[in-house]
Every structure is written in structure tokens, then in C-alpha cells.
């Protein structure tokens, strides 16, 4: 369990390619983490967009783990807007919810280094800042929580169980917040109005299923991506969204939940499409972990290409 404890608290913040002297296993994350434990930073630099009146960012706590910027105590969702270069826009627009099991925020590899990867083939995403539980401010007792939360959970699930965190109604609440301002300035980032999508990450992707099954005619998303995560045991809509989605077979958190999305929107008659790596386990991200789930981004942006919202 602790090996999953680590993974779902990082969601992928880890390992970048080259960084030769960062951890690559889940082994080798639990070695490193005791030798080097969280650092508190200063906030992201980056351009943000406040799409609540509540809360506040002063109520954040932001960490540097392996290198690599995670956010906690969120209380005001915000967006990170990151744009294509100038001239090269193709007026798709990405929402992308980083995950971190409602306790945190892998901010850079499952946010922005997703969108600036999007951002270089003329997509113009926006990363996520949902609201998240209550943490204590030291690494130490934050660390217990996770492991708190993490021993019950069950690697087998096939849903999302709704008692796991009392903010998944507040994030779900965030991203279809975050659809319906996005479309509302869409002439603003030259995006298509009806080309705006959600995809996320483990917590991430429990927030963008939960959109998918749950919107109005303004916070629709065109299309959705749900990358080692689970959704709700709700029925699918009629006119649901496609569907994308990503995991790898060794996942001890998520393993099974990523199939049933699958197959609820086949049964449905809509677009779905899944793709289980043989490794890769729980929070793979942007990092290499040197297996085919190495490419689950490429094959994201081959599917929108497939179904026409790509140009």
C-alpha cells in the first residue's frame, strides 16, 4: 500500500526524462521521499484566472516534490491559461484537472507540462485549479492524511464512491464552472466555442467524468479524456461527449475503473475509446516511466484528430 500512498499523493509528480538522478519506481519514489521531503515554495508564477468568487489563493500551500511544483488547501478554483505560439492556435481549447486524491495538486506533470505539451501542437489549454480537502501545513502530518485515505481505498473499484472526499461535489462544481467561462471567452483565446474539452488525472479524472455525466447546455464539454480515474455510477447522457481513455494494467488504484467508463458509453451508442498499457502504474503523467504508456499523449491527440475536433 505504501508504494500506491506515494503514487496517489503525486499523481505523477515525479521523474522527468533525463533527470537521471530522480526516482523511477514506485520503490524508488518511498527511498527518495524519506530522504527528501516535501519543501514549501512560493506559489506558481504563472498567469492565473480566479472563476469563483469564494475562497481565497492565500489559504495555499505549494511544495516542491521531486523537483517538481504540487499544490494543496486550494479554496478558490482558478485557471492557468497556456498558449499556443502566435499564428499556430487551431481553436481547440483543453480544461486539464490534475490529480493528487483531493488532498493535492500535481500542478506541473499533470497540468501544465500537459498543456504546454497541447500548447506546441495548437492547442490552447487551461489547467484546473479545483478545490480540494483540508490539510495540515506540515509535510509530515500532510503525509498522514494521504496515508490515512489511502488505506481504505480499494484498487479494485470499478466507481468513484462519492464518501471518499467531501470536495468531489466542489470540484465537479469547478470544472463545469471552468467549461462554461471558458466557452464564455472563447472569442478572447480564439478558441472554438464548440471545441472545448476536460480531461484529467486520477482525482482529475474522477472531476472530468463527474462534468461528463452531470452538465447543462453551457458547461457541455465537446469531448472528454479520463486518464487513470474512475467515474460516478451515473447513466450516461444521451448526448454524451466522446470519451478518451487511458491507464496501464499495473495500477494498484486504478486499474479497473477506467474499463466500465468504456464500456457505459459503448452500451450508450456514443464514442469511446481505451487504451490499458501493460505498465505504467498509478500516476504515469508526463513522466517517463520507459513503457508504451510513454505515448498515451500522442494517442490523445491522434483521438481528438480521429473524431473531427482537431483539425
Not at 475562497?55 to 521531486?66: K, L, P, Q, V, Y
Amino acid at each position: 500500500m505504501q508504494r500506491y500512498l506515494i503514487a496517489a499523493l503525486l499523481a505523477g509528480a515525479a521523474s522527468v526524462a533525463g533527470a537521471q538522478d530522480q526516482p523511477r519506481t514506485m520503490q524508488d519514489m518511498v527511498s527518495f521521499l524519506a530522504a527528501h521531503p516535501p519543501m514549501t515554495i512560493s506559489p506558481a508564477v504563472e498567469a492565473s484566472v480566479p472563476i469563483a468568487a469564494g475562497g481565497s489563493a492565500a489559504t495555499e500551500d505549494w511544495m516542491n516534490m521531486f523537483g517538481l511544483r504540487v499544490v494543496r488547501n486550494v479554496t478558490q478554483p482558478a485557471l492557468y491559461p497556456v498558449r499556443p505560439a502566435a499564428g499556430k492556435a487551431n481553436g481547440t481549447a483543453v480544461i486539464i484537472a490534475p490529480g493528487g486524491a483531493f488532498l493535492s495538486l500535481a500542478f506541473d506533470t499533470e497540468g501544465m507540462m500537459v498543456a504546454r505539451y497541447l500548447a506546441q501542437r495548437g492547442i490552447t489549454s487551461f489547467v484546473l485549479k479545483y478545490r480540494l480537502d483540508p490539510t495540515p501545513k506540515e509535510a509530515p502530518a500532510f503525509l498522514r492524511v494521504v496515508g490515512e485515505r489511502m488505506s481504505g481505498g480499494n484498487p479494485r473499484r470499478t466507481h468513484i464512491d462519492p464518501a471518499e472526499s467531501a470536495d468531489i461535489p466542489l470540484a465537479q462544481e469547478d470544472g463545469l464552472a471552468a467549461v462554461r467561462w471558458v466557452r464564455g471567452h472563447a472569442a478572447e483565446y480564439g478558441v472554438d466555442p464548440a471545441r472545448i474539452g476536460i480531461i484529467g488525472f486520477s482525482a482529475g479524472a474522477v472531476t472530468a467524468m463527474n462534468v461528463a455525466t452531470a452538465y447543462d447546455a453551457g458547461s457541455r464539454p465537446d469531448f472528454v479524456g479520463a486518464i487513470y480515474g474512475a467515474a460516478p455510477e451515473r447513466p450516461v447522457p444521451k448526448d454524451a461527449p466522446p470519451v478518451f481513455v487511458a491507464l496501464a494494467a499495473d495500477d494498484g488504484i486504478m486499474a479497473y475503473a477506467g474499463v466500465p467508463i468504456f464500456e457505459a458509453w459503448r452500451a450508450a451508442g456514443r464514442s469511446a475509446e481505451l487504451h490499458v498499457y501493460a505498465a505504467g502504474e498509478h500516476g504515469f503523467g508526463m513522466r517517463k516511466v520507459g513503457t508504451s504508456a510513454d505515448n498515451w499523449n500522442e494517442h490523445f491527440v491522434q483521438w481528438l484528430k480521429g473524431v473531427k475536433l482537431v483539425p
